[in-house]
């Protein structure tokens, strides 16, 4: 009987490895932290603001017409970010490009040398870059790496026509503090809202296993964009994945560091586009 139950453990680890492409590391995911331990660090802008430059993106000018770039899962490793660099060329070329956010996982392991890549490459662009945090970037205990340099994985960005939020979802739920955050913060907004998280709420069928594990936690969060959010962006799955519900979209995108594909958002006073590109 052990021999059996030994048997479908080995199996159900192995279907989870191929199913679930972005939690592929056994020791590295049972070896990370809690969304407890980094919700402390709610008002730590450690990288969005830096008074030795005179930087704060925590406060945006965007007026009523311009763009962003949203793009998932770089997973730079060994400081290899497949071609996150390039991205400089296709902002530098576009003036209406404001911002970018990319959606977790930007690292495989959280190390020290990939996070200060991804903090090298953002500060290249000359524009703002709003990190969200994934499950891989506090892999192996490497909370401490992102906290130290980044800081917060929780926060809302200002702006004359917008409001931001950053969500962690890193460990698959977004906790009842988060939300309640959440839903108190977004009855101070004004002009367009959008929300950004690691993982998906949403996969394409029974067998998906890319969302968050909670789908509670999802129903009240879908209640609480209805009518205040214009779209919540995410990535996780690898895979693109658009959903609407309650007038707000929800987008997943696929994974950069296999297609070098990024979404670029036109926003003007008639609408919202989304263009998926490719580097």
Known sequence: MVKKHL???FAVLISFWFINSCSNDFLGLFVSSDLDERLKEK???RFLINNDIGRDWTNLTLGNSYSFIVLADTHIQNRNAFGLERLGDVIAANPE???VV????????GAAQDIDRFIEIADSFGIP??????NHDFYFGNWPVWRDRIGSTVYR???DSATLFVLDSGNSFFGREQLNWLERELQTTAGRVFVFAHHSLFVRGPLGMQQVTDTRERA???SILRGRSDIMF?????SRLIHEVGNVKYVTIEDFFNTNIYCLVIVTPDGIELVFEKL
């Open 234 to 238: 995410m990535g996780h799955s690898h």
């Open 220 to 222: 009240r969060l879908v």
């Open 129 to 134: 870059v709003f990190p969200v945090i994934g």
């Open 157 to 159: 960005v200002n702006a």
């Open 43 to 45: 008002n730590n802008f």
């Open 7 to 9: 048997w479908l453990l």
């Open 97 to 99: 490009i404001k911002f």
């Open 102 to 109: 990319i959606l977790g996982d930007i690292t495989q392991y």
